[in-house]
């Protein structure tokens, strides 16, 4: 927010702010949100930071593997910058320079601009050669510096970013052009003592231990995380799902036409100029679980996609549904993304593999990847002799059973021609304030205990079973 007008000049300024953490009938998220438990307050870092008149406010860096006759690890950068200029049109330069992770610069170039008052756009486009790409594997990082030069003032700015390129051909995601299978985890940001305030050591414990699972991927359920967690995504080489949280919203909110111009476009493009900076982030959601089985919710789908598109088309878009074949919002999504459980609240466990396979056969030219699946686990709970449907089984052994039948579905060699991801649900147990009563037992009253580790990070039997089928070579 841009507050030059408010500050005073010949006094002290007092910054306040107000959070209504109110959960609206017309809203996203609306009435129907319940999924967890909604600390209130502000949970994100506040600060008020002061540029010169002229300064570059945003920057898209967008990367692609360059043809052939740049020759192997060539890469083509594009910088799109938007300056703002508070004052009267004034003559200037932007500078950019980028350098590889020990300092030694890779390219650099200076743009004459005419910076009119109001925003002015710049694209800047290269091809870096030999240059390291970014990868889970090898998570190479660059810098980017740039300098806003006007006279008598400069703006800086310095910002990482990885060469990478993600898309979608056939049945396949492609990293770096090269097939890629997402084995990840849902993770909620959330601690005990620490509500959704979560430390930046805390997170960094967190992704240590999930790409000691075998993970490449995280889904941040449902909202956008802190920064620090992209941050160390980007370092630890861990691509990234992020959403805004339309969870289960409901369909006559959805087609509401001043929820769209309230929240729904503006949550889309915050996320989308606030977060893209991250080479970690590779898909961008416009919701989960919310009845895709009607019109209503295939045009908000649609609408949300094309937005996202035109805000960042460097990147994939979809959506979680768990609505399976009878969704009819997957059209322009990018990969079919469903969130299932058989075997716990519904069905068997294996009922999955049967609907992979219509799935399939009603999209056969889109990849699919199965976004939620698990069970809740006591610590400590046994059941020697787990069935096939355990909606009342809360032990670690059904747990293990689960999650086991369910991999062995997804991995299964028939469906690895069109299967591209398998994302667990979930990292971390959570505070929800709808589990409670009927089946659930009393020990874990008002707690989401689906986690592979407990609330306080203690590991569950599944983590070790997780851990072997992710790490396998097969995989």
């Not at 509500?195 to 941040?220: F, P, W, Y």
């Not at 991995?411 to 990292?427: Q, V």
Request: net charge neutral; proline share 6%.
């Amino acid at each position: 927010m841009d507050i030059s007008d408010a500050v005073r000049r010949d006094s002290p300024n007092l910054l306040a702010v107000l959070v209504d953490n109110a959960i609206l009938e017309r809203a996203i998220p609306d009435k129907g949100w319940r999924g967890w438990w909604n600390y209130g307050g502000i949970n994100r870092g506040v600060s008020v930071e002061s540029r010169p008149p002229v300064y570059t406010e945003n920057v898209a860096v967008t990367t692609r593997l360059a043809g052939a006759a740049a020759g192997a690890g060539a890469w083509e950068l594009r910088l799109q910058l938007r300056t703002r200029n508070h004052a009267a049109a004034v003559d200037g330069s932007i500078e950019a320079r980028v350098e590889d992770s020990r300092g030694r610069a890779l390219w650099s170039a200076v743009e004459r601009r005419s910076f009119a008052s109001g925003v002015t756009e710049t694209l800047i486009t290269t091809t870096l050669k030999q240059a390291a790409a970014w990868s889970p594997e090898s998570p190479a990082l660059h810098v980017l510096k740039l300098r806003t030069v006007t006279p008598g003032q400069t703006h800086e700015r310095t910002m990482r970013f990885g060469l990478r390129q993600i898309e979608a051909k056939g049945n396949q995601i492609l990293l770096n052009g090269k097939p890629v299978f997402l084995k990840g985890v849902n993770r909620h940001e959330m601690f005990p003592g620490e509500g959704m305030t979560v430390s930046r050591e805390q997170t960094r414990k967190d992704l240590e231990d999930i790409k000691a699972l075998g993970c490449n991927m995280v889904r941040t359920t449902h909202y956008t995380q802190d920064t620090s967690f992209y941050e160390l995504a980007d370092e630890m080489g861990l691509l990234v799902w992020t959403e805004i949280p339309a969870w289960q919203t409901r369909a006559e909110t959805l087609e509401d036409e001043n929820v769209w111009k309230q929240y729904g476009e503006p949550q889309l493009r915050e996320m989308v100029e606030g977060y893209r900076d991250y080479t970690s982030i590779v898909i961008w959601s416009v919701g989960n679980e919310f009845p895709s089985e009607k019109e209503p919710v295939a045009k908000y789908v649609e609408r949300g996609c094309a937005l996202l598109r035109k805000l960042d088309p460097s990147r994939l878009v979809t959506f979680a549904s768990d609505k399976h074949d009878r969704d009819i919002s997957f059209a322009p999504v990018d990969f079919l993304a469903i969130n299932e459980y058989y075997g716990w609240y519904y069905g068997k466990l294996d009922d999955l593999g049967p609907v992979l396979d219509k799935l399939h056969a009603k999209w056969p030219d889109k990849p699919i990847v199965v976004a939620e699946f698990g069970s809740e686990a006591i610590p400590g709970w046994r059941n020697p002799s787990p069935g096939d449907s355990g909606t009342s089984d809360y032990s670690e052994d059904y747990q293990v059973k689960l999650l086991t039948s369910h991999m062995e579905q997804i991995f299964a060699p028939s469906r690895r021609g069109f299967m591209a991801g398998a994302i667990i649900w979930l990292y971390n147990d959570f505070p929800n304030p709808s589990s409670f009563g009927r089946l659930h037992p009393p020990v874990i009253s008002y707690t989401n205990a689906k986690g592979l580790v407990t609330q306080d990070r203690q590991r569950k039997r599944s983590w070790y079973e997780v851990q072997k089928i992710f790490r396998a070579p097969k995989q």
